[in-house]
């Protein structure tokens, strides 16, 4: 199995080749927008993007994103390898222009070469037992602008938001999401996609948030109160009328994606990953020699 | 929809409204982080910017066997964070047009209307879509000190497309969207079970 090979294809489908779900919803938002709006102009932009992105193999956005591999492996691998090969591919990747010079030493300012420094790109590891098939694996890329990431947020509750206390229940929740789709505006290059995460400590809630971009579109939440929130979210954002790239409009939000983690009795953290509009996430599952695109 | 050819006229500008779709043809520069420290802490500019756009873009950009540059992405980056440079970059150097997404301060929209500068929108993460409209680099400066994403480059474009978002006379498109966006927030956590505790 040529992992380099793999990779370097799936960042090449990821970087220019947006899903079909994000395609779909930016459709339906445009369709709803009133012609000749600003909001249908920048939506028009956006598919006229998305279908040259796809048509030449180059990147949707000039950021490329942080590079995040989701891996679930079978038990006992050597990740060692994996996470070389991801490495690799991302160098390749960069040479070829599928991904820009995008990565800052940050004391000194320096450009780094390629793409490739300690930790860069990221790579999550989870290993999955028990496993019928001890020789399938499956790997998402998540490419995430530093536009959006900006606009991320983490919450903690109680907390005081717009002159208001809010405590440590689903509104106090939803009031913190809100306010930070409304902190960010156009800035995340809405119409965004916005994971959630009730709970955790502040690293696992910014992991988990970033994880829930992962999930198709028309995905709701297995859980009862975590699908109704979702819901709830997504039609009270796209009710402020922040609209396309901040200009007005109706979409506001294309998706929100929300899971619970464990949390200490002292904590109470609401973490909110924003994704723009350009979410791109692909997944590859390798079972042998098979290989099967995902996403 | 108005034309806007290189270089571009204090009057032409003057005459721009909030709202109204552009088309910039002519050489247009880039520059982000990097470039805007250094002119607003009195660096030289190798280029006269005068009359001239500054592009907030860090695009990706492949070099030919020729030794040419085609450029193969490049939408806007964030304004916002050239807001402590912004105005004096306008004040001193007569730019006319900035381009980018997400609008600008109060600083930079009193710089636009004292010097005579607008500030266009263009389409976040419209990467493939703007850089077919770049059909030459005409050069680069900076490159190895400030690296390629941060570097000025100098396109010369046709027909991109972007929207006017701050005018010469105090229109601003972003502060209007996001006031009626905090009333609304208001609204809809207040009439939830979200009240006061």
Avoid at chain 1, 19 to 41: N, Y
Avoid at chain 2, 40 to 69: K, M, N
Avoid at chain 2, 177 to 182: D, F, M
Avoid at chain 2, 185 to 194: A, D, I, Q, T, Y
Wanted: aromatic share 6%.
């Amino acid at each position: 199995m040529n992992w380099i090979d793999i990779l370097t294809r799936l960042i090449r489908r990821t970087t220019s080749d947006l899903p079909a779900d994000v395609e779909g919803a930016l459709r339906a938002a445009l369709a709803a927008e009133p012609a000749g709006s600003q909001a249908a102009v920048t939506l028009g932009a956006i598919a006229e993007n998305t279908r040259l992105a796809r048509e030449q193999g180059t990147p949707l956005c000039q950021d490329t994103g942080t590079l995040t591999f989701f891996w679930r492996v079978p038990r006992g691998t050597d990740t060692f390898e994996l996470e070389q090969a991801a490495r690799e591919a991302v160098r390749a990747a960069s040479a070829e222009g599928l991904l820009r010079a995008n990565t800052i030493e940050s004391l000194t300012g320096r450009s780094v070469d390629a793409n490739v420094a300690e930790g860069c790109p990221v790579c999550h590891f989870e290993q999955v037992s028990p496993v019928s098939d001890l020789r399938s694996f499956e790997v998402w890329l998540l490419q995430k602008g530093g536009g959006c990431e900006n606009m991320s947020a983490q919450y903690s509750l109680p907390c005081d938001i717009e002159g208001r206390r809010y405590g440590r229940d689903l509104d106090g929740v939803r009031a913190c999401v809100l306010h930070a789709v409304c902190r960010a505006q156009g800035l995340g290059c809405a119409p965004g996609i916005l994971g959630v995460c009730v709970g955790g400590d502040r690293a696992e809630g910014y992991l988990e948030a970033k994880r829930q971009l992962l999930r198709p579109l028309p995905d709701a939440s297995p859980e009862r109160e975590l699908a109704a929130l979702e819901r709830r979210l997504l039609a009270d954002a796209n009710a402020l009328g922040i609209g396309p790239m901040g200009l007005g409009g109706r979409a506001t939000l294309l998706g929100v994606k929300a899971a619970a983690r464990t949390r200490l009795p002292a904590s109470y953290f609401v973490t909110v990953a924003y994704m723009c509009w350009a979410c791109r996430r692909r997944g590859v599952r390798v079972s042998g020699e098979t290989v099967e695109w995902l996403g | 929809m108005s034309e806007l050819n290189y270089p571009f006229s204090e009057a032409v500008v003057r005459g721009l409204r909030v709202g109204e779709i552009v088309h910039v043809s002519g050489r247009i520069f880039t520059g982000r982080d990097r470039l805007h420290k250094y002119l607003a802490e009195g660096g030289a500019c190798p280029v006269s910017l005068s009359d001239g756009a500054i592009y907030h873009c860090g695009p990706v950009v492949v070099r030919e066997a020729d030794g040419g540059w085609r450029v193969v992405a490049a939408g806007p980056t964030t304004s916002q964070r050239e807001e402590p440079y912004m105005a004096d970059v306008i004040a001193d150097h007569g730019v006319r047009l900035i381009i980018g997404k997400g609008g600008m301060g109060p600083r930079t929209q009193q710089a636009c209307a004292a010097h005579g500068c607008v500030y266009l929108q263009a389409v976040g993460g419209a990467a493939a879509l703007l850089a077919q409209r770049v059909r030459r680099v005409a050069g680069v400066c900076f490159l190895d000190e400030f690296g390629p994403a941060e570097a000025l480059w100098q396109f010369d474009v046709e027909s991109f497309e972007a929207v006017v978002g701050i005018d010469t006379r105090g229109g601003n498109l972003y502060t209007e969207v996001e006031a009626r966006a905090w009333r609304r927030f208001s609204e809809v956590l207040g009439c939830g079970k979200g009240e006061t505790r």
